[in-house]
């Protein structure tokens, strides 16, 4: 069973740049997640879509983070206009279970490393 | 609101010990899930095990048990015979219901680092 895949590994932007990161869950995997984490912390969770439906942004940055899944299935996190406290990893995760469920288990890709100077 | 506390930073033990990570969570919830995620360092976490709030019965797999106990909101971890491969960041993860949807919420991790 593939993984999840997501790009690009890493990327560096200055301060006020844009930049998108793409991510493809497992096949059949319903749930998408999208998760900050600061060096020395533990991720934080940004964004969940069951399906293509947003179900919790609570903790998003809206002024500047965006967030779609298109059809289901691929999803692109956005950062506009980038500021330094973004440099951080973003991770993706997909789970099969829906969001109603807390057995969850979320399977992550390897992250997107971002450093914005 | 739901915080999972790791006190450990970082633990450094040499092969071949036992070691035992520590987790204190907190949540008015009375069905929870609470997980332990790998984070080697290539990045993706791992998942390890998972255990439910009306299970207390502590098992063992392979070498990893954990303990978990309601009575002091505490789900530890142990890896027996550490191997080198261990080293790895090890993350406690508390699920419970964040309104109409459960939340998973991720201590701030413990690097173990076991030396040959």
């Known amino acids: 069973e593939a993984g999840v895949a997501q790009s690009p590994r890493y990327k560096i932007i200055e301060k006020r740049q844009s930049v998108a990161f793409w991510c493809n869950p497992i096949?059949?995997?319903?749930?998408l997640y999208w998760y900050q984490q600061i060096l020395g912390q533990g991720p934080k969770l940004l964004i969940q879509?069951?399906?293509?439906?947003?179900?919790?942004d609570s903790q998003l940055p809206k002024d500047r983070f965006s967030a779609e899944r298109l059809k289901g299935v691929d999803s692109t996190l956005k950062i506009q206009p980038a500021k330094l406290e973004d440099s951080a990893v973003y991770l993706c995760?997909?789970?099969?279970?829906?969001?109603?469920?807390?057995?969850?288990?979320?399977?992550f890709g390897a992250g997107s490393r971002l450093t914005v100077l | 609101a739901q915080k999972v506390t790791q006190a450990q930073t970082e633990i450094s033990v040499v092969e071949k010990e036992d070691v035992t990570l520590d987790c204190v969570y907190e949540?008015?919830?009375?069905?929870?899930?609470l997980f332990w995620y790998k984070q080697p360092p290539s990045g993706e976490l791992v998942f390890l095990i998972r255990?439910?709030?009306?299970?207390?019965q502590n098992e063992i797999s392979g070498r990893y048990s954990w303990n978990f106990q309601k009575s002091t909101s505490s789900f530890n971890f142990t890896i027996t015979a550490s191997q080198v491969v261990d080293s790895a960041v090890y993350f406690c993860?508390?699920?419970?219901?964040?309104?109409?949807?459960?939340?998973?919420?991720f201590g701030k991790g413990t690097l173990l680092t076991v030396n040959p």
């Open positions: 995760a997909s789970s099969l279970l829906p969001t109603g469920s807390g057995a969850n288990v979320l399977t």
């Open positions: 096949s059949g995997h319903a749930t």
């Open positions: 879509f069951q399906n293509n439906g947003v179900v919790d």
């Open positions: 949540t008015r919830d009375t069905t929870y899930y």
């Open positions: 255990r439910n709030s009306f299970d207390e």
């Open positions: 993860a508390l699920s419970a219901l964040g309104g109409s949807n459960y939340k998973l919420t």
